[in-house]
């Protein structure tokens, strides 16, 4: 598999179900669209991506899958909340959560690279999973934000870290607000490979 993106969380959750990657990030323009919805730009940056990446792959002979994907954090106001720039745009990120819920999307872009295909065969989707946070203190924010774990995580914080202290509650998958939902990933490849025998394969069953 070749993943495109640098994360190391979305690689430490492939490569525990299983996967070989290769790893070839993306790079390109991840500003939002005037009227775009945050699951219309995820999906969007994850197919960009996988283009992007796909076009530093032309002329290998392959008959690997390609994986993008992109991560965002949501309000229920629509707001997207990135990476924070800085320890105040940290702080502020973390006390609009406070005390509410708000959404983690990611976009999936999978292709499968195989070289004799007269058409490029592809899938994506997006996942999104709720959570909830407690209400936060003034210390507690501060001491998240002086731990330094909150500077590189789409909306201030990491929930397979000390952010998962911050978290009243999940709907959905918890992988998924680590940055990929590989069980479905896992899922949606038997679909494009058409095989039913990925999920029992990753499980360490016999294939």
């Given amino acids: 598999m070749y993943l495109a993106s640098q994360s190391p969380r979305r690689r430490q959750l ?14 390109i323009d991840e500003t939002r669209q005037e ?37 965002i954090v949501w309000t229920e106001d629509g707001d997207v909340l990135g990476k924070p720039t800085d320890e105040k745009a940290a702080r502020a990120m ?29 899938r994506s989707f997006v996942e999104t999973t709720r959570v909830s946070f407690f ?5 507690e924010i501060r001491a998240y934000v002086a731990s330094g774990e909150p500077m ?6 990491g929930i397979q870290g000390r952010g998962r202290l911050l978290v009243s509650g999940i709907e959905g998958d ?15 490849l038997e679909a494009l490979f058409g095989r039913q025998d990925l999920v029992a394969h990753c499980l360490g069953a016999q294939g």
């Avoid at 492939?14 to 070989?20: K, Q, R, Y």
Wanted: charged share 25%.
């Fill in 14 to 27: 492939l490569e525990a179900a299983g996967f070989s990657l290769t790893i070839v990030p993306a790079d």
């Fill in 174 to 188: 918890w992988a998924n607000v680590v940055g990929l939902p590989v069980a479905r990933v896992v899922r949606e």
């Fill in 35 to 71: 009227g775009e919805t945050p699951t219309h730009l995820v999906e969007r940056l994850a197919r960009q991506k996988a283009e992007a990446t796909r076009g530093s792959l032309a002329g290998r002979a392959t008959e690997d899958v390609l994986l993008a994907a992109d991560t």
């Fill in 135 to 139: 209400d936060l203190t003034d210390e």
């Fill in 152 to 157: 590189d995580k789409a909306g201030a914080y």
């Fill in 94 to 122: 973390l006390l609009e959560l406070s005390g509410r819920a708000h959404h983690v999307s990611t976009g999936v872009c999978l292709m499968h690279l195989d070289p004799t295909a007269q058409a490029l065969a592809t």
